[in-house]
């Protein structure tokens, strides 16, 4: 029979191990229901829940008997630090430490009279390492598919001798979206390139995505990549860039405007609308099929294809409020200039 002091130590045992499965849970539902509410992510949510139905379970009832064995003299204490999360990457970070030393006592304590509890407490704790940088990465693509959201004109450059100034004065116009698209070979002037223009695309709070060339926006550090067809497959792509930047898929058609979507595409371009020298082998859509194609859709997607000033009216009163452009803006004698117009007639501002 064990000695009373060894009694008092089970006990005291006990209260840390139902506290720290307290603290670890309800850390654990701080970043389930930000995934839930906040980012939509289900596999997160899942894994979260999870991790909290395992922890529930090791929850005895001798460690819950326990609670109040011996008062504690520190409840209530708060740190000035606690206040200063006002940011959701703070309460996301916050949220994982908390978990994380929850789980580190737990695994502690727990190993000398349950094992199996010790070694799930120890499981979780690594995953929650994992977790926390999706968490924030996610946080990443959240803010950038915002600003898809809030902005009607998606900006795409052609190879030009002044292009780094010329898109230096569209940011300064309003343009916030660019994608920095090039035919030339050479990628360390890509690349070269692709570093300034992140720069100043970050200077004025815009996305900045490389067409075609997942490596070039890695390397670069852009916010994501636009792919066409017969480019790297989508479910290819989101492995190598991770869920923190954004993919923008072509289509014309109804089965590849679906594929992308169910793929997890965050935004599509759709076109071309009218006739384009740009794709000179492909058929204008018209706006009535493209209407019947973009109906359903729930993600932004952007017009592209032969669209100009002129024709932006009659997109609109066809609720179609969203265009990619090149041509019309990148050779205009004053492209900051042109961009301003159309972002005032798309905006319908006078």
């Not at 850390?27 to 596999?43: F, K, M, P, Q, S």
């Not at 409840?75 to 908390?98: A, D, M, V, W, Y």
């Not at 997942?214 to 990549?225: H, P």
């Amino acid at each position: 029979m064990k000695n009373n002091q060894n009694q008092k130590d089970d006990l005291r045992i006990a209260q840390i191990i139902d506290a720290n499965l307290d603290r670890a849970r309800e850390g654990l539902r701080v970043l389930e229901d930000w995934a839930r509410y906040g980012l939509d992510r289900v596999d997160i949510v899942k894994k979260l829940k999870d991790f909290r139905q395992i922890l529930g379970s090791h929850h005895l009832d001798f460690y819950k008997n326990a609670r109040n064995f011996s008062e504690d003299n520190c409840n209530g204490l708060s740190h000035p630090e606690q206040f200063k999360r006002i940011h959701t990457e703070n309460i996301i970070s916050s949220n994982s430490s908390r978990i994380q030393e929850a789980l580190r006592v737990l695994e502690e304590f727990s190993r000398n009279n349950n094992y199996e509890l010790s070694k799930a407490a120890s499981y979780i704790r690594y995953e929650i390492y994992s977790l926390e940088i999706e968490l924030i990465k996610a946080k990443c693509n959240k803010n950038l598919n915002e600003i898809l959201i809030g902005n009607n004109l998606y900006l795409i450059t052609n190879e030009k001798a002044d292009l780094i100034l010329d898109i230096e004065n569209l940011l300064l116009g309003g343009v916030k979206i660019i994608q920095y698209r090039f035919k030339e070979k050479n990628d360390s002037k890509n690349l070269k390139k692709a570093k300034i223009i992140k720069g100043l695309c970050k200077k004025h709070g815009a996305i900045f995505i490389v067409n075609d060339r997942i490596d070039i926006a890695l390397a670069s550090e852009a916010d994501g990549v636009h792919l066409g067809q017969h480019d790297l497959d989508l479910i290819s792509a989101r492995k190598i860039l991770g869920f923190s930047k954004i993919i923008g898929i072509s289509a014309n058609n109804e089965q590849d405007i679906n594929q992308a979507i169910e793929n997890g595409c965050d935004y599509l371009g759709i076109g071309p609308v009218f006739k384009t020298n740009t794709k000179k082998n492909k058929k204008p859509l018209g706006i009535d099929n493209l209407k019947k194609l973009t109906k359903d859709i729930k993600i932004p997607w952007f017009a592209i294809g032969g669209i100009k000033n002129e024709n932006i009216p009659k997109l609109k009163s066809n609720n179609i409020n969203k265009v990619a452009i090149i041509s019309e803006i990148m050779n205009d004698e004053n492209p900051k200039n042109k961009a301003m117009i159309i972002l005032k007639s798309l905006n319908d501002e006078n």
